[in-house]
């Protein structure tokens, strides 16, 4: 009988893709109440600039290079139909789905758009804007797309069941059921890298620079949290039980590793901090991402939990090797893509997903682990190499860092002649010359007058 579209299964892809579309600004969010509050209009810049580039990329032909039959393992088709012929078609992706295949490329693009997005926050404060989105358009080209293609086509099955034209992780068993690989990993390796060409902060391990709206980075871990509901249930390509064990496993693991993170911070430092649960719940989320539709609920908490220490001391080694990653890319998402891959090794069973494969408690041996370690670390030096030759391209030709006096200034304001705080009117009357305001100005005196 042949497969027949499915308007459950289409409407909850079509959700879930603007559930992950949502990802990035809330990513912007988070990152831009991290930075200095001179920095936040480029760093949420970087964000929105991602969206814009690789959708149009995707369209013209990032879909048929990372899911297109080239006969090759290692990259798809070029081929710039602009997705016309997917009109009409349900997806082919190891098996028909009942949803239209271009439901599924708008879904596969918005892992496309954030996967970038997320290496901004390792060279915050201090990248050309034209640059970077220079940087975005060759990355995701010579990058995201081959690495997605390696990792989440699983090739096209024909009328005989044959299958063909798979990426090569896939073909070999390795599980990442969203994007543990080819997303976290991936862009903490191009952050590391990227922070390594562009170098250190101005006043890097001397200076604070500390978060200037701690409640614009919770707003924006809310937001994330929220949309990675369709991040990894979006990923089952249907209403059904793999995504509901995606969903659930996706809260639970979030839930514990904001603990696990609060607990770390509690024993270390004397007291939790707001800054802390919302990094422990963007580890957590990260961790999960592969794991989520392949391990029983009980074991993501304990992923969950493990993420949030592990994550938690992983951020301080920044400071001990002398790398200026910002905004912890390389101690979140690459640490904890890291760990979330392996952990499957140990802990998938086929009880919740006969689609999986056992680990090693789960007598599986260490076959799996075998396999999940090989994904890490292909997608490790793929991404670093290749991120580390172009940033250094772009470094020589275009120019990637600001100069330093438009560091020390204000990177908005020499790139985008705009500030995300107009306070002017504070300190300049622009507030219709408020008697509070002009009484508290007046008010103050000179340490020589009140000695007199």
């Known amino acids: 009988m042949a497969m027949e579209l499915s308007a459950g299964d289409t409407a909850w892809v079509l959700a879930s893709t603007a559930l992950v579309l949502l990802m990035t600004p809330g990513l912007a969010l988070f990152y831009g109440g991290m930075t200095r509050a001179k920095s936040t209009l480029n760093m949420m810049m970087m964000s929105f600039a991602s969206i814009a580039i690789v959708s149009v990329l995707w369209v013209l032909y990032g879909f048929s290079l990372a899911f297109g039959n080239s006969g090759s393992a290692f990259y798809g088709a070029f081929d710039l139909s602009g997705l016309g012929s997917a009109v009409g078609q349900l997806t082919n992706n190891g098996g028909i789905y009942g949803i239209p295949l271009l439901a599924f490329a708008g879904f596969q693009l918005m892992f496309a758009v954030i996967t970038p997005a997320l290496i901004s926050g390792a060279i915050a404060d201090r990248a050309r804007f034209a640059t970077w989105c220079v940087f975005v358009g060759l990355w995701v080209t010579i990058v995201y ?17 044959n299958i063909t034209g798979a990426g090569w992780l896939a073909a070999r068993g390795v599980l990442d059921f969203a994007g543990g690989t080819a997303v976290h990993i991936n862009a903490g390796a191009a952050g590391l890298a990227l922070a390594l ?116 001391l992983a951020v301080g080694l920044k400071y001990k090797l002398n790398y200026d990653d910002s905004l912890d890319v390389v101690g979140v998402h690459l640490v904890g893509g890291i760990v979330g891959c392996l952990f499957i090794g140990f802990f998938s069973t086929t009880a919740v997903n006969s689609f999986g494969a056992n680990g090693i408690f789960y007598g599986g041996g260490a076959e799996l682990l075998g396999k999940q370690a090989l994904a890490v670390i292909a997608v490790i030096s793929y991404s670093f190499i290749v991120t580390y030759l172009l940033g250094l391209l772009l470094e020589k030709t275009m120019g990637f860092r600001v100069e330093r006096d438009a560091e020390l200034e204000g990177i908005d304001l020499a790139e985008h002649a705009e500030t995300a705080y107009e306070l002017e009117g504070v300190s300049g009357g622009g507030f219709g010359g408020s008697p509070a305001l002009t009484k508290t100005k007046t008010s103050v005196r000179s340490d020589e007058e009140v000695s007199a």
Request: glycine content about 14%; overall charge positive.
């Open 145 to 161: 797309f081959p690495v997605a293609h390696w990792v989440f086509d699983f090739g096209d099955k024909d009328a005989a069941g």
């Open 197 to 312: 060409v562009l170098g250190r902060r101005a006043g890097f391990k001397k200076n604070p620079m500390r978060p200037h709206s701690l409640p614009l980075v919770l707003l924006g871990a809310g937001l994330l949290w929220f949309g990675w509901f369709g991040f990894n249930a979006g990923s089952a390509l249907g209403a059904n039980d793999t995504a509901a064990l995606a969903l659930m496993n996706t809260q639970v693991a979030t839930a514990a590793a904001m603990g696990g993170w609060l607990l770390v911070e509690k024993i270390r430092d004397g007291h939790p901090t707001s800054l802390g649960a919302a990094s422990g719940a963007v580890a957590g989320l990260v961790a999960i991402t592969p794991a989520c539709a392949f391990v029983a609920p009980w074991a993501a908490v304990v992923l969950g939990v493990l993420a949030g220490i592990v994550c938690s």
